[in-house]
């Protein structure tokens, strides 16, 4: 088939079905296009080295199941590692899931808040029983974690607003709620020394989600984007405001550190 065939083809084929559309300004291409032009990061955005951001990296991270969609090792020695960096650390996540991440924050922190859709409005979606029973599994019996149910994106964060230390943005990870997520999540932060970190900036630590790293450049202020970094060995993005150098590592970089880990399982 012709490129003009295709061309018609995939005319008719939006024409039919609208939602198609969506498909396509999803796209990866798409979405690097867009930021290549309009923000000038061809490479996404610049690398924080993890020990430059905690440098005294030594913890336990338990609770950890190896089970699909929650957050890497690396991920919760970031999050555990910078919580506990301010004392009496008050921390706020949007997307629970399991609560793995808060549970390993709540060791170190004062006081967590986690908010996730609410049980009905999952069941409503559509989603399995074992799905909704599956969130808050490990930190619903945590006395210094507070539980919120609503969507995130309707959600009155004003209450909130100011108070916290370190923000964790791992909701719905497109577009329209990665940009809303990160909007709220500015409001958030207590004062200039605070963090936010979002979850899934790529699948892999070294590739880029563009629709992800979209929704926290547009969510961003303007004057506040160039405090904006991936951090090293993770799948997480930054906004931090410390003095510290970001670098884009070569695409098949030499290893400058490696982590140690002495595993035990334990029968739930």
Request: proline share 5%.
């Given at each position: 088939m012709s490129k003009i065939g295709k061309f018609l083809k995939g005319l008719k084929l939006l024409a039919g079905n609208p939602w198609l559309m969506n498909v396509i300004l999803d796209d990866q291409y798409v979405n690097k296009k867009?930021?290549?032009?309009?923000?000038?990061?061809?490479?996404?955005?610049?690398?924080?080295?993890?020990?430059?951001?905690?440098?005294?990296?030594?913890?336990?991270?338990?609770?950890?199941?190896?089970?699909?969609?929650?957050?890497?090792?690396?991920?919760?020695?970031?999050?555990?590692?910078?919580?506990?960096?301010?004392?009496?650390?008050?921390?706020?996540?949007?997307?629970?899931?399991?609560?793995?991440?808060?549970?390993?924050?709540?060791?170190?922190?004062?006081?967590?808040?986690?908010?996730?859709?609410?049980?009905?409005?999952?069941?409503?979606?559509?989603?399995?029983?074992?799905?909704?029973?599956?969130?808050?599994?490990?930190?619903?019996?945590?006395?210094?974690?507070?539980?919120?149910?609503?969507?995130?994106?309707?959600?009155?964060?004003?209450?909130?607003?100011?108070?916290?230390?370190?923000v964790f943005v791992d909701g719905d990870h497109h577009y329209d709620s990665v940009k809303s997520d990160t909007a709220n999540a500015y409001h958030l932060l207590r004062d200039e020394n605070s963090l936010i970190v979002w979850h899934d900036y790529g699948n892999t630590p070294a590739d880029v989600r563009w629709d992800v790293l979209r929704g926290i450049l547009d969510g961003m202020p303007a004057t506040e984007r160039k405090h904006l970094y991936r951090v090293s060995n993770t799948l997480c993005a930054i906004y931090c405001r410390r003095p510290l150098k970001g670098f884009y590592p070569p695409e098949i970089p030499e290893p400058n550190k490696v982590f140690e880990a002495a595993i035990t399982i334990k029968k739930l």
């Open positions: 867009d930021i290549t032009e309009r923000y000038q990061l061809p490479k996404g955005l610049p690398t924080l080295e993890l020990l430059d951001l905690c440098p005294n990296l030594n913890e336990t991270i338990t609770p950890y199941t190896y089970l699909d969609g929650g957050s890497t090792l690396a991920d919760l020695l970031l999050l555990k590692g910078l919580a506990r960096q301010y004392p009496q650390c008050a921390y706020f996540e949007i997307g629970t899931w399991r609560g793995e991440s808060v549970a390993n924050v709540a060791s170190v922190a004062s006081n967590c808040v986690t908010l996730n859709l609410p049980d009905a409005t999952m069941r409503a979606m559509g989603l399995s029983e074992d799905y909704v029973r599956l969130h808050r599994y490990f930190s619903k019996h945590l006395a210094n974690v507070t539980h919120l149910q609503h969507d995130s994106t309707t959600f009155d964060f004003s209450p909130h607003n100011n108070k916290y230390d370190l």
